[in-house]
């Protein structure tokens, strides 16, 4: 049974920083991609960043690019999003991804990834 438990959100005023992690089991996570996505109220699920199942790839979307960091360790089977200079647009809930092809590059839409967390809810605020 594949299962990602996603964690580390809560309560950041501008310009701070927070690190989630995902824990994934079920899975072997050095054969397979990850990424992070997020939603806001009344908006739609949105890719953020990802990482091939090399480790030594990742990609953002153009508002994180600099700011936010994915990386893993293979020990620990976790993923993380490291996330600085946080605005209160990032506010939003973040979720942890797998996509359950073996050796797969990093796709940015929703439905090329098969197995989700349960969210963490990010608020930036002042």
């Known amino acids: 049974q594949v299962r990602l438990a996603d964690s580390g959100g809560g309560l950041v005023q501008p310009g701070g920083s927070l690190r989630l992690s995902c824990v994934v089991s079920?899975?072997?996570?050095?054969?397979?991609?990850t990424a992070w996505f997020r939603q806001a109220p009344g908006k739609e699920r949105e890719f953020v960043g990802g990482?091939?199942?090399?480790?030594?790839?990742?990609y953002y979307r153009n508002s994180v690019e600099g700011r936010f960091t994915i990386s893993r360790d293979l020990g620990q089977s976790t993923v993380y999003l490291q996330m600085n200079n946080l605005q209160p647009e990032d506010t939003a809930i973040y979720y942890c991804?797998?996509?359950?092809?073996?050796?797969?590059?990093?796709?940015?839409?929703?439905?090329?990834?098969?197995?989700w967390g349960q969210g963490t809810q990010v608020t930036v605020s002042s």
């Open positions: 991804a797998l996509n359950d092809r073996r050796f797969g590059t990093i796709e940015t839409g929703i439905g090329d990834y098969n197995f």
């Open positions: 079920g899975r072997t996570l050095s054969y397979f991609a």
């Open positions: 990482m091939s199942w090399t480790g030594r790839s990742t």
